[in-house]
């Protein structure tokens, strides 16, 4: 069974903090791992990774994958209230409907 | 990049009652669609693929006669909660994949409905 697990569950900081978020895969044919931001509704795309070793970056954000160890970690820097959220861990299974299954998410609360 | 509007954003209903929720891929062909269910404060769950023309494969532990799903079209998905009752509410959501976009493993979501059985 493919699975997905994400560490810490929940984590509180201060702004200004930097915060690391994992996730770790054990999936059958991965194909892409992909990290998501919720705060009210919608999951919003934050990176996709599909190779080893290569750093994303998107402002304060960072992601990397490393696919000897099934896993990739999600950097914030100077965090800001803002950035309070869910953050998802998805990893895209190479199927034809292209499942993806989901990790159970990080709760980040940024205090002022 | 691709949208996917999901409608209605919140419903209330009485216990017994059937919900429909409608997915609608607005400017790409979708022919799978994907239905969550997410608790507060907790992941998404993968509730049922959803596949255009043929039928929806559901997760272990789904109810198929519960949560019926219709695909009826390139940009239509449906799902429709029979027989509500107050342990279905929850919010859904629903994604769908534009292959043809820059990143085809991207997952584009709606806004998600929020459902409250009374």
């Known amino acids: 069974e493919d699975k997905v697990v994400q560490s810490p569950l929940s984590l509180v900081v201060h702004e200004g903090d930097t915060v690391t978020l994992n996730c770790s895969y054990e999936?059958?044919?991965?194909?892409?791992l992909l990290w998501y931001k919720q705060e009210k509704k919608a999951p919003t795309f934050l990176f996709m990774l599909?190779?080893?070793?290569i750093e994303k970056k998107s402002g304060r954000l960072s992601s990397i994958l490393d696919k000897k160890e099934l896993s990739s970690i999600l950097n914030i820097t100077a965090t800001q209230t803002g950035d309070s959220a869910i953050y998802l861990c998805?990893?895209?299974?190479?199927?034809?409907?292209?499942?993806?299954?989901f990790g159970d998410g990080t709760t980040l609360t940024v205090k002022p | 990049g691709a949208v996917v509007s999901q409608h209605p954003s919140w419903v209330i209903c009485k216990s017994g009652t059937s919900v429909k929720i409608e997915c609608r891929s607005l400017?790409?062909?979708?022919?799978?669609m994907f239905w969550y269910r997410q608790f507060p404060k907790k992941s998404l769950m993968l509730m049922a693929t959803s596949n255009e023309g043929s039928k929806a494969t559901y997760e272990q532990g789904v109810e198929k006669d519960k949560f019926l799903i219709n695909h009826a079209s390139l940009t239509l998905s449906t799902l429709t909660v029979t027989s509500a009752h107050p342990e279905d509410s929850s919010f859904y959501i629903c994604s769908a994949r534009d292959w043809g976009s820059l990143r085809p493993g991207e997952l584009f979501f709606g806004e998600g409905s929020r459902l409250t059985v009374l």
């Open positions: 999936v059958t044919n991965f194909r892409s």
């Open positions: 998805a990893v895209l299974i190479n199927t034809n409907a292209g499942k993806s299954t």
């Open positions: 599909t190779s080893s070793g």
């Open positions: 400017d790409f062909q979708a022919t799978t």
